[in-house]
């Protein structure tokens, strides 16, 4: 890289050169002298070179005694030409090269592209397999809990279906959705461990983890709950419509119709007469049940009994947001935080893979478990049971590599 820029100095180096070539060629001219158009460059770069003898040409047999005579006044010439061209043309300058160069070396690379994406795709293809031999056993069984979560969801939602006359439909229809989209959260996570992206894997468990604990209490407290939940739709609504207002002209979009607007005002409107100035709120819709009138997330994550991953909730969030901390702190830097990482890598799957099996688990035995029969509380167990044995496969898995890169920076004298 630079290349272009270190050309760009040595050109910008050259530039007083240039200035006293021009002015070099003015003088021979006013002396009524026909030269070769590369004599002045020839003399401009003997003068800058300090030699205090005479400039003889050599590409002529004709003799000519020739002399140059220069002034304060053709310092100063050159030094404004050179700051007026600095100020005034070079930007523009800047601008064309930079875009006819872009043009030719964009051509260039794209000519040479499915080579290189060959090469990458090669290397990539390696990097899965050597990943899957190192986390193949936990990663297996983390797909095995998966498979029976979607299908006992599938199960408990056809058996809910067929029952006629429930009285908790808002509640349950929240649940499965609830579920349906942990389990695909849960199939986003596998795809970040699988491809070597620990920290991508975090932050997706931290949304794992927000629809666990929503669905725990919605689960605790009931079809009351449910409805409210249900009904905040209107808030997040006027909230999103706000917002868009706000930018809609700097993004160029149309703006949003009137009709729209009076429907989310109205829905907005309603939810608050009928709940409360307290719905108003980002969890407003659990705010009757908590005894609190702007719950936060801590309350309810105490509130589900999900308290204690507060601290791995936090590492998920440094994943999300652009703190500090995930500048320097990354999962995937195996032994120590000192180094940069720009793309996959084998390490940091703990966390997010024992995370994701746990709280998995725990939403599906929240939802599916609602009404059991003995097929619901078999199930249960065995997830149970095979959820207690993902760590230990993870555990494992990274022991076996910090051994190895342990090794391996022994033998490299880090």
């Not at 009076?262 to 969890?283: L, M, P, Q, T, V």
Request: aromatic fraction near 8%; hydrophobic fraction near 40%; charged fraction near 30%.
């Amino acid at each position: 890289m630079d290349v272009l820029q270190q050309a760009l100095a040595q050109a910008m180096a050259s530039l007083p050169e240039l200035f006293l070539e021009k002015l070099i060629a003015k003088k021979l001219r006013d002396q009524g002298i026909e030269v070769p158009k590369s004599l002045p460059g020839k003399i401009a770069k003997h003068i800058r070179s300090g030699d205090a003898e005479p400039y003889r040409y050599k590409g002529d047999t004709r003799a000519q005694k020739v002399t140059l005579a220069f002034m304060e006044a053709d310092a100063d010439e050159i030094e404004h030409a050179l700051g007026v061209f600095c100020e005034k043309q070079l930007p523009s300058v800047f601008v064309d090269v930079a875009g006819r160069l872009s043009k030719t070396i964009l051509r260039s690379l794209k000519s040479r592209w499915a080579h290189e994406q060959a090469l990458q795709e090669s290397d990539l293809s390696g990097f899965r397999e050597r990943l899957e031999s190192r986390w193949g056993k936990p990663l297996g069984q983390m797909r095995m809990l998966l498979t029976m979560a979607r299908e006992w969801g599938q199960w408990a939602y056809n058996r809910r279906n067929s029952t006629k006359g429930s009285h908790k439909l808002v509640l349950n229809d929240i649940l499965v959705r609830q579920h349906v989209r942990a389990c695909q959260v849960t199939d986003e996570i596998l795809c970040l461990l699988e491809n070597g992206f620990a920290d991508g894997a975090m932050a997706r468990w931290r949304t794992l983890h927000e629809i666990a604990v929503v669905a725990a209490i919605i689960s605790r407290h009931g079809e009351d709950i449910a409805q409210r939940y249900l009904a905040h739709q209107a808030v997040e609504s006027k909230r999103a419509k706000n917002k868009y207002l706000d930018c809609y002209r700097q993004l160029g979009y149309k703006p949003l119709a009137t009709r729209e607007v009076k429907r989310i005002e109205k829905a907005y409107d309603a939810a608050i007469a009928k709940y409360g100035d307290s719905f108003k709120s980002d969890y407003g819709w659990a705010a009757e049940h908590l005894k609190k009138r702007r719950p936060t997330f801590a309350d309810l994550e105490a509130e589900a009994g999900r308290a204690e991953m507060r601290s791995h909730y936090q590492m998920g969030n440094d994943n999300v947001h652009a703190g500090i901390k995930s500048m320097y702190v990354r999962l995937g830097l195996v032994g120590n935080y000192d180094g940069l990482l720009a793309g996959c890598s084998n390490g940091g799957l703990v966390e997010p893979g024992q995370n994701t099996a746990h709280t998995l688990t725990q939403i599906s035995v929240v939802v599916c478990l609602s009404e059991p029969n003995l097929d619901d509380l078999v199930v249960a167990e065995m997830m149970k049971m095979l959820r207690d044995e993902i760590p230990r496969s993870f555990h494992d898995a990274d022991k076996r590599l910090r051994r190895d890169d342990k090794a391996y920076r022994t033998a490299a004298g880090e």
